[in-house]
């Protein structure tokens, strides 16, 4: 079976709990959302510019794009009411400044997935690769562009 998601997927990761597949898109700067048991594609949401890898929090089920632009996009699973945003984007640069804010509504039946790019203040030039341990927290972004590693708390919106 193939899914057709965004323009140039780059990158891929499983949430095992949710069933939830999550591709980045490097091109068009979204994730898609998949059903991992159908293969129906949920939602694209809109990402930060030139997202490269994804990772997933196995106990939050928070999701992690790192794109280029230096900004981390955050996708959550949210279990919610009948109505609700599909999904709703806001991206934050590394000096915590508001770059967009989005949002698109629409039916949802029992759970819908919203997204937004985390307030980064600790992310350094050109974010390559991101890595969570779930247990602890941590956030781990290789930076290209800095030579460097970056540890924090997981970010949030």
Known sequence: MDVEVGVHPNDVAVDPTTHKVYVVNHDDSTTSVIDGNTGRVLTTV???????????????????????????SLVAAVYGPAKGP???????????????????????????TSSCTAKTPFIGKNPWSIAINSKTGKVYVSNEGSNSLSISAEPSC
């Open 46 to 72: 809109k990402v930060g510019t030139i997202p490269f890898k994804v990772a997933v929090d196995e106990r939050t089920h928070k999701v992690y794009v790192v794109n280029y632009d230096n900004t981390i």
């Open 86 to 112: 599909l999904t709703d984007s806001v991206v934050y640069g590394p000096a915590n400044d508001l770059l967009t804010d989005s949002a698109v509504y629409g039916p949802a039946k029992g759970s819908f």
